[in-house]
């Protein structure tokens, strides 16, 4: 049975999460990509690409921008009867798309899915990860977003997809795109780091976050911020990481002067290894974190800074394994 | 303008969850309700906007059981001029949600919906878009800013890597993000005067079915047990042999 995966995303170039979906898609059937927006041709040749795509539907559209929300939504409505599934990337441009899909067709979405039981039976967080869900569906075509980083990317296939066009016409009142600010900060995207560094309120003291920008640009990482951070005015909320922020999985998280607040937690809990560095021995966050280190935060991102600038070498030499 | 602030009433999300049991109902201690805290922000915006003389009225809509009352009575407070209760079954999935935020717009004339980008208690993150694409509505989801210029909205929607700015012409649908503004405390005497001011009920569209079910709730994976180290030597040492290391 069939698949429908939407390309990430409406504005941006071939994404990695992309490849992604189509590892979902393929646990649930074979699978159709349909590659829309922002050089979507490009998509379209990317898609095509990844093993297990059977057909790549490239949407080809009249005007400069690329074709809204609105628009793509009426037309992936449309394509609806010949589907069992319809996925996408939970991100700003499937969590946009699914859900009004789902207006249409009136059918409500599995948002955020984690993992793929069978066709059918399908688990996702609710209370931000604090506990899961076991959701079997009741009604098709079903739409479902997926959480990129519980999917591992689809292999390369040696022979391409075959690519078929399809023209969206704009026919639906729909907001229009007057252009794309990037945010101007050098480091990584919070959704995509690998590595990422927090500061908590920890920081107030120092009336900065030089400490946590510092130690996340010697390990080319995201910076992110707790809600108390933030509401002390030490970093703007689009930072702000937790229940009510960003849910975040990097491989590894820095915790700096974090207390771990529950809303915190709930947004980290993904991370794959989680440091907490705090000199408060009692800061919840400690009892979660793989690594603890009780330590004035300070002290301890400077030193931090100082052996990663002096390469790994420290470290072979405490191995006794000199190079 | 008449903006419609829809809001969803949610577990106080300051009090962990402790799982008692599997089960298809989440077992749980009992913790008091507050507006979803997104809502919260789409609600303070729709007060703002009726201060500044862009809106004339604000109705806030919950689309839930009849305890929402409270909850309600809450925004009425922080300065809704009018309140309905849309009366569903608590655990009423978004479809229905959905259909009574559009036949409320409908009903009242409504030019404008703001609402939280999602509950935070089931995370959907899906009833603006499904009640935009009901009512045929351009959207705008993740709005951080919003400035008015006569019947037409400029938005910012914070989505990975920046912000998209959109044109929406009214009548539109609005999910707002953290950032677009600090909602206000109810003062005492609004309180005391919200208390006496009525909420309307009106009764649900005969339901159109689930598209899923649940059939447990789950603890969360476990994690491992972590270990304390005693120097930033021992953890930089501990952290590239787990390869976490650039």
Redesign the interface.
Same mark, same amino acid.
């Given at each position: 049975m069939k698949v429908l995966v939407i390309a990430s995303d409406r504005l941006g170039a071939p994404s990695a999460a992309t490849a992604r979906a189509v590892t979902a898609g393929m646990q649930l059937g074979t699978v159709d990509l349909l590659a829309a927006g922002h050089a979507s041709k490009d998509k379209g040749a990317a898609g095509r690409l990844l093993a297990g795509v059977e057909k790549v539907i490239h949407v080809t559209h009249a005007d400069e921008f690329p074709p809204s929300t609105e628009n793509l939504a009426s037309l992936i409505a449309r394509l609806a009867p010949g589907y069992r599934w319809i996925l996408a990337v939970h991100d700003g441009f499937g969590a946009d798309l699914i859900p009004r899909v789902g207006g249409l067709l009136a059918t409500s979405p599995v948002t955020q899915v984690s993992a793929i039981t069978d066709p059918v039976t399908l688990i996702r967080p609710v209370h931000a990860g604090q506990a899961m869900v076991r959701v079997v569906l009741e009604r098709f075509p079903a739409l479902l977003t997926i959480r990129p980083t519980a999917f591992p990317p689809a292999p390369m296939s040696s022979s391409p997809a075959p690519v078929m066009e399809l023209e969206c016409v704009q026919a639906v009142p729909s907001g229009r795109h007057e252009g794309f600010v990037s945010i101007s900060s050098q480091r990584p995207d919070l959704s995509q780091a690998a590595i990422i560094v927090v500061g908590g309120q920890g920081l107030e003291s120092s009336g900065s976050f030089a400490a946590v920008e510092t130690l996340a640009d010697r390990l080319g990482a995201a910076v992110g911020a707790t809600r108390g951070a933030v509401d002390a005015g030490l970093a703007s909320s689009d930072l702000q990481i937790g229940q009510t922020g960003r849910i975040v999985a990097p491989d590894l998280y820095i915790g700096l002067g974090v207390s771990g607040a529950i809303q915190h937690l709930a947004g980290i809990k993904d991370a794959k290894v989680i440091v907490a560095i705090n000199h408060d021995p009692d800061a919840p966050l400690h009892a979660v974190a793989d690594f603890s280190l009780v330590a004035d935060l300070f002290d301890a991102a400077a030193h931090m800074g100082q052996i990663l600038s002096k390469g790994i070498d420290i470290i072979n030499l405490k191995h006794g394994t000199v190079r | 303008m008449r903006v419609l602030a829809a809001i969803k009433e949610v577990t106080d999300?300051?009090?962990?969850?402790h799982?008692f049991s599997e089960g298809p109902t989440?077992h749980r201690e009992a913790v008091p309700g507050v507006i979803n $805290?997104?809502d919260e922000i789409a609600l303070e915006e729709a007060i703002r906007l009726k201060e500044q003389g862009i809106a004339q009225e604000v109705m806030v809509v919950g689309a839930g059981p009849e305890t929402w009352e409270g909850t309600l009575r809450t925004a009425l407070a922080m300065g809704a001029d009018r309140a309905l209760l849309m009366r569903m079954d608590p655990g009423a999935? $978004?479809?229905e949600v959905?259909r009574g935020l559009a036949f409320c717009a409908r009903e009242y004339a409504c030019d404008l919906i703001l609402m939280g980008r999602q509950g935070?208690?089931?995370?959907?993150?899906?009833?603006?878009?499904?009640?935009?694409?009901?009512l045929?509505?351009?959207?705008?989801?993740?709005v951080?800013r919003i400035e008015f210029d006569q019947d037409r909205v400029?938005?910012?929607?914070?989505?990975?890597?920046?912000?998209?700015?959109?044109?929406?012409?009214l009548p539109?649908v609005i999910s707002v993000d953290?950032?677009l503004n600090t909602p206000r405390y109810a003062s005492l005497p609004n309180i005391m005067k919200a208390r006496a001011k009525p909420v309307e009920v009106l009764s649900q569209p005969r339901s159109?079915?689930?598209?899923?079910?649940?059939?447990?709730?789950?603890?969360? $994976?476990a994690?491992?047990a972590?270990?304390?180290?005693?120097?930033?030597?021992e953890?930089?040492?501990?952290?590239?042999r787990?390869g976490?290391? $650039?």
């Open positions: - | 999300p300051a009090i962990p969850i799982l989440l $805290p997104f999935q $978004p479809l959905a935070v208690d089931c995370d959907h993150g899906v009833t603006a878009p499904m009640t935009a694409g009901m045929g509505w351009p959207q705008a989801t993740f951080s400029t938005v910012m929607r914070s989505v990975e890597g920046g912000q998209e700015r959109l044109q929406l012409s539109a953290l950032g159109q079915g689930v598209s899923w079910k649940i059939a447990a709730f789950l603890p969360p $994976p994690r491992p972590g270990r304390q180290v005693a120097s930033v030597e953890l930089v040492e501990q952290l590239d787990a976490v290391l $650039p």
